[in-house]
């Protein structure tokens, strides 16, 4: 199983950024997925989740109306667009198997870093 996250870098405040996971020897498409964040210096944060057939989706509070995840099952890809950033959302992200509304399996990609900075 293998999940590369993509599509990180620095943007200013009210920036936008959209996010990439592909997947292999994994068959995405079966399953339910989540983004997770890791801010620097705390624990995992889930972000969002999406159903295998891409929908229903849900979101954290903290990310709701801004962010919008969507799955592309065709391109074995989940996406997650992130608008109107803030500093909170300066963080690493993570693909990963859903494990209920908001949790998340263990096999995570190495991520990729989102900066939200002046």
């Known amino acids: 199983v293998q999940l590369v996250e993509s599509g990180g870098g620095m943007v200013q405040p009210g920036g936008s950024l959209r996010l990439s996971c592909a997947a292999s020897?994994?068959?995405?498409?079966?399953?339910?997925m989540s983004w997770v964040r890791q801010a620097p210096g705390k624990g995992p944060e889930w972000v969002s989740r999406?159903?295998?057939?891409?929908?229903?989706?849900y979101y954290a509070d903290a990310v709701k109306g801004r962010f919008s995840i969507s799955r592309d099952n065709a391109k074995i890809t989940l996406y997650l667009q992130m608008n109107s950033l803030d500093t909170e959302g300066t963080a690493v992200y993570y693909c990963?198997?859903?494990?209920?509304?908001?949790?998340?399996?263990?096999?995570w990609g190495d991520g990729t870093q989102v900066t939200v900075s002046t």
């Open positions: 990963a198997e859903a494990a209920g509304i908001n949790g998340y399996g263990p096999n």
């Open positions: 020897g994994f068959t995405i498409a079966s399953y339910d």
């Open positions: 999406i159903n295998s057939n891409g929908g229903p989706t």
